[in-house]
């Protein structure tokens, strides 16, 4: 696709109040392919007071017409997925593979779900002698992450618009060329002129400005726990509603009567899509003792097999830090099985798929969010040990349990402080919530618990 050299605000692309534009690097060769508006507090105004002005009509539409406009976004995104795909691979480094089936489809199921949800969901209920109502909480401030740029965006958008609200989305500055896509989707789809505005930019400062807007009534914000941190600070001083989708560092947890083959095939595979780039990667993997050695055997294996599989990291800086991680784990006395911080190519932002064997649960490479192609595999004795290990993080993002029984696997799964577990590998469901426990996060996505983030409520009484 061509870059818009503007802003999509009010329903047309105008120019950017700032001349400073920012360049859209290709990690895959380290090549600019394209500059976007780097967006300033004047943009965000702008916006903000679209997405305000076009909130009373909007809230108005009847569900089943919200419904329809959703349904017609996804047939859009359908119909633009080979785009899509090319477009993140471009700019995000992923496989086209990985990008037609993960980057481009998995959007296409979300803004489906919310579709049918926009119009089965019930807005007004009675409870005993009252009446309660669902309404929209009003304009949305999304701020979304590069590592699922498409993803992440729909995963917010679709269920604020499904809940009567209007939205400002400041993208990723690594990905923003997948975020005006979806913009000229919008406007394809026929929604609303303000329903949805796109102001590109740094996080620093666009993204601080609407974060900090008066006239933004939720944030919704996926990334660092850091960022997370301010975030709430900043909508907490103003009484104003948050959602955090923030770090994790998930625990694969293979119990003794597991397939081992499978659950270690699994789950170096779980980490290594999307070079590692996964909030909810299962990049810690327990394994008992008597098993142990077998199960270091097999992942390196396994990991050794991806090489050219994987794409690159999405910059210069995120390949320092998974580097830096890498050396940190060996100084700290964690077995390097295969991989390491040699660079596998030439050029681009590549760390070759690593795996760390003899790692404790208080090394840094296992409690840190590394956000790269590693694992760490860590012994335990019993259950419990397990179950301290797994949970002996500040994080509780996502998990995953192996065991010969489905029922033993889930007995541990509940004893998990985490928010999400896949039960013998258990697929990908739209519908689920997902969301963290503990620093991983507030709030939750995707299906109906998703949309509950988006609404408010007011109860009359008779």
């Given amino acids: 696709m061509k870059a818009h050299d503007g802003m999509y605000i009010g329903g047309e692309w105008r120019v950017a109040a700032g001349a400073d534009t920012i360049a859209v690097v290709n990690p895959a060769d380290e090549q600019v392919i394209a500059h976007v508006p780097a967006g300033i507090a004047e943009d965000v105004d702008a916006a903000v007071f679209a997405a305000h002005e076009a909130f009373p009509a909007w809230a108005a539409t009847p569900p089943a017409e919200r419904a329809a406009k959703i349904a017609a976004l996804?047939?859009?995104?359908?119909?633009?997925?080979?785009?899509?795909?090319?477009?993140?691979?471009?700019?995000l480094g992923a496989p086209l593979q990985f990008s037609q089936m993960v980057h481009a489809g998995v959007p296409v199921l979300v803004a489906g779900s919310y579709a049918e949800l926009a119009a089965s969901y019930?807005?007004?209920?009675?409870?005993?002698?009252?009446?309660?109502?669902?309404?929209?909480?009003?304009?949305?401030?999304?701020?979304?992450?590069?590592?699922?740029?498409?993803?992440?965006?729909?995963?917010k958008v679709a269920p604020a618009l499904a809940a009567g609200c209007t939205v400002v989305l400041k993208p990723a500055e690594d990905t923003p060329l997948t975020a005006q896509l979806f913009a000229e989707a919008i406007d394809e789809a026929g929604i609303p002129a303000g329903v949805f505005n796109l102001v590109t930019g740094l996080g620093t400062v666009a993204g601080q400005a609407l974060a900090e807007h008066e006239g933004v009534d939720l944030v919704s914000f996926t990334g660092s726990t850091a960022v997370g941190r301010q975030i709430g600070a900043t909508a907490g001083a103003a009484v104003k509603r948050v959602a955090l989708e923030l770090g994790g560092k998930s625990a694969n947890v293979i119990l003794p009567s597991a397939d081992l083959a499978k659950a270690v095939n699994v789950g170096i595979a779980n980490v290594m899509g999307n070079s590692g780039q996964t909030c909810s990667a299962w990049t810690r993997m327990l394994v008992h003792t008597s098993r142990y050695d077998e199960a270091v055997e097999i992942a390196g294996a396994a990991a050794a097999k991806y090489g050219d599989r994987i794409g690159p990291l999405v910059n210069a800086k995120q390949q320092a830090r998974v580097r830096g991680y890498i050396e940190k784990g060996v100084e700290e006395g964690a077995?390097?099985?295969?991989?390491?911080?040699?660079?596998?190519?030439?050029?681009?932002?590549?760390?070759?798929p690593t795996v760390f064997a003899d790692v404790t649960p208080e090394m840094t490479i296992a409690q840190e969010e590394i956000f790269g192609p590693v694992v760490s595999l860590i012994r335990y004795e019993d259950e419990d040990d397990a179950l301290r290990i797994a949970n002996g993080t500040v994080y509780g993002l996502a998990g995953a349990v192996w065991a010969g029984d489905e029922a033993e696997a889930v007995a541990f799964a509940r004893r998990m402080d985490t928010g999400q577990v896949d039960i013998n590998g258990g697929r990908f469901n739209p519908l689920a919530p997902f969301g963290g426990y503990k620093q991983s996060g507030v709030g939750r996505e995707l299906g109906s618990h998703g949309l509950t983030e988006y609404l408010q409520t007011k109860s009359l009484q008779f």
């Fill in 74 to 91: 996804r047939d859009v995104l359908v119909a633009r997925k080979d785009e899509i795909a090319e477009t993140v691979t471009a700019e």
């Fill in 122 to 155: 019930p807005f007004e209920e009675k409870v005993g002698n009252s009446t309660v109502y669902a309404e929209p909480v009003g304009v949305v401030g999304a701020i979304t992450p590069w590592n699922y740029p498409l993803h992440q965006i729909v995963a």
């Fill in 335 to 352: 077995r390097l099985v295969v991989g390491g911080t040699e660079t596998p190519h030439e050029k681009g932002y590549f760390v070759a």
